[in-house]
Nanobody, 121 residues
Framework: QVQLVESGGGLVQAGESLRLSCAVS????????MGWYRQAPENQRELVAA???????AYADSVKGRFTISRDNAKKTVYLQMSSLKPEDTAVYFC???????????????WGQGTQVTVSS
């Protein structure tokens, strides 16, 4: 069984920073792409940033220059450093990872439970 556990959410004021973490555990052979998504009330879940196992990363236009995604492959952890936060960044942030479980030949997508980020103006 695979678990993704997020941490680091909270309430901040506009302009401040937060760092989210997502630790993956379980019977894992390898992890491909890891990413962060977010979902605000009455909105669809959207991709914020993603990072491949070789470090290649991509960002939504709305967060470019403000957010930085990184990963520690040895710790099976992905991070999202969020700076210059805006009220429109308020959402539940979800971690996602494409994981190959030991004994399996394919990668499957797994989600964390989500962590709330609230930015006040």
């Amino acid at each position: 069984q695979v678990q993704l556990v997020e941490s680091g959410g909270g309430l901040v004021q506009a302009g401040e920073s937060l760092r989210l973490s997502c630790a993956v555990s379980g019977n894992i052979f390898s992890i491909n792409v890891m990413g962060w998504y977010r979902q605000a009330p009455e909105n669809q879940r959207e991709l914020v940033a993603a990072i491949a196992s070789d470090g290649y990363s991509a960002y939504a236009d709305s967060v470019k220059g403000r957010f930085t995604i990184s990963r520690d492959n040895a710790k099976k952890t992905v991070y999202l450093q969020m700076s210059s936060l805006k009220p429109e960044d308020t959402a539940v942030y979800f971690c996602n990872a494409d994981i190959r479980i030991s004994g399996s030949l394919k990668f499957t997508s797994h989600w964390g439970q989500g962590t709330q980020v609230t930015v006040s103006s």
